[in-house]
């Protein structure tokens, strides 16, 4: 078998905020219904956070169980890589927060804005920067898109929650790790789903917080065609250039925009249902924080074991994108 680049997951987190927004509780809020929403999304609630927490306060509580479950201390980490659209702050970077939090200054600290996609574009640059590190990499994925959510559109409200999920990754000799990583990605399409104010194109004014430009834009119906024909067609390129049998994929875990999506996707993977694990109806979408969730989900329910092969695949703003196969 050959590996694209050996490393091993030593341990997984994830954090959920307290507040459960359930479809009901969106009944009140926008014109629509609980059956509108599971029928249309798969979704029957979502976590909301706090007016006082931040993207890195989630990330640190998944970052604390995931060394906590690798039987590590935080000063054994080398670096810090952030997947996320809702950074605490421009600058300094969510990551270098994070390195705040867990108090281990020294070590690289930064973010990667990938959108959905995030998480494999994070875990990608982690897996290479583990051969000059040579120590133990935190990679999350996580987003608070309830704070840049228009509540009062109801094609999108009703899909977003928040969230963070955490991996630790490590070198290693043994035949672990990425079997294929594709990334890609296509800025034509970038108007379709975007934050159109805040930054140097458009700053935030308040013309703009009138206007409500600051708030998440999605053209869902025509992002649904690009999702599933780009989603598919990069699980279908991991796996053959992984060069594994279809039917050896152990887990198919793609990003949890909404159960539509990831049914299509699989039909045009060839990825049987029964073995995707799909997590969607009980945190939304949360962008970057989608796939390490379900993956720490997973693995906490024994649906993956160890030499498992795990396909991942995510599809978000940029238009960004990225399947790879992993051996667990």
């Known amino acids: 078998m050959k590996f694209f680049r050996r490393f091993k997951i030593l341990g997984t987190g994830a954090y959920l905020p307290e507040k459960v927004l359930t479809n009901a509780d969106l009944e009140k809020i926008v014109d629509t ?13 979502r976590h909301i956070a706090r007016e006082d927490e931040a993207t890195s306060d989630l990330i640190i509580e998944a970052a604390k169980e995931a060394l906590r479950n690798a039987g590590l201390a935080a000063s054994a980490l080398g670096a810090i890589i ?11 970077s969510t990551g270098c927060w994070v390195q705040k939090g867990l108090d281990v200054p020294g070590i690289p600290a930064f973010d990667v804005s990938a959108a959905c996609s995030g998480f494999l574009y994070g875990l990608e640059v982690g897996s290479l920067m583990l051969s000059s590190i040579a120590k133990p990499i935190l990679v999350a994925g996580a987003d608070i898109l309830s704070k840049i959510t228009n509540w009062e559109d109801r094609g999108t409200c009703v899909l977003l929650g928040d969230g963070a999920g955490a991996v630790i990754i490590a070198p290693t000799d043994e035949d672990r790790g990425f079997l294929s990583s594709i990334l890609g990605a ?33 053209k869902g119906n025509e992002i649904f065609k690009y999702a599933v024909r ?20 152990s887990l198919f875990i793609p990003h949890q925009a909404n159960t539509r999506i990831i049914e299509a996707t699989c039909r045009r993977a060839k990825v049987p249902l029964d073995k995707t694990h799909i997590t969607i109806s009980w945190h939304g979408n949360m962008s970057a924080g989608t796939i390490p969730i379900a993956f720490h989900d997973a693995i906490s329910k024994g649906l993956i074991k160890r030499d498992d092969l795990v396909l991942f695949a995510a599809f978000g703003a940029g238009f960004t994108w990225g399947a790879s196969v992993l051996r667990f």
Do not use: C
């Not at 219904?33 to 609630?45: A, H, M, Y």
């Not at 780009?230 to 994929?249: E, F, R, S, W, Y």
């Open 33 to 45: 219904s609980d059956e509108w929403i599971k029928t249309r999304t798969g979704i029957e609630k």
């Open 82 to 92: 952030i997947g996320t659209i809702s950074p605490d702050t421009f600058f300094p």
């Open 186 to 218: 296509d800025g034509s399409l970038g108007e379709l789903l975007i934050q159109p104010a805040g930054g140097s194109r458009m700053p935030a004014s308040h013309e703009t917080v009138d206007k409500k430009l600051h708030l998440l834009y999605m």
């Open 230 to 249: 780009t989603m598919g067609d990069a699980a279908i390129q991991a796996i053959k250039l992984a060069g594994v049998d279809p039917d050896n994929i």
